[in-house]
DNA sequence: GGCTTGACTTACA
DNA sequence: CTGTAAGCCAAGC
């Protein structure tokens, strides 16, 4: 067992994501602040280690410009609309969620 | 133990 | 609208 905990905001942008309430999304920034953080590229480091059976939901966290990080071309772009999609959150013409609409407020 | 990269953001020109 | 620069934390080498 480890006395210390692997980044303490580490653990707590994780901790965040999974209060994401379905239907919602919430960009790397509100993730980012929330969890203490000035680095938002934290958040995304921490949903890059994360499992293929992880419970954290990191497909309603897009960046600031309301749409997925992923390339277009790339398959997680692909898997991440289609969970979203799912999850009842639709896409405007430009491939853009609606962050007023589907925008995730801070608890 | 030090340097580079990374699913980013914000500000300014 | 696009492009450049700085900020900041953790993992990998």
């Known amino acids: 067992m480890k006395s210390k905990i692997e980044g ?3 653990n707590n942008i994780l901790d965040i994501v999974k209060q994401i309430p379905k239907g919602k999304v919430a960009t ?4 980012a602040t929330i969890a ?11 949903l890059a280690t994360l499992k293929e059976d992880t419970e954290i939901p990191w497909f309603r966290v897009i960046n600031s410009k309301g749409k997925i990080s992923f390339p277009e071309q790339s398959d997680g772009f692909k ?5 979203l999609q799912n999850e009842g959150i639709l896409f405007d013409a430009k491939n853009r969620i609606n962050l007023k609409q589907y925008g995730w407020k801070s608890f």
């Open 36 to 46: 203490g953080t000035q680095n938002p590229r934290l958040v995304g480091f921490a």
């Open 8 to 10: 303490k905001l580490f």
């Open 28 to 31: 790397y920034g509100q993730i």
């Open 79 to 83: 898997i991440q609309y289609s969970l």
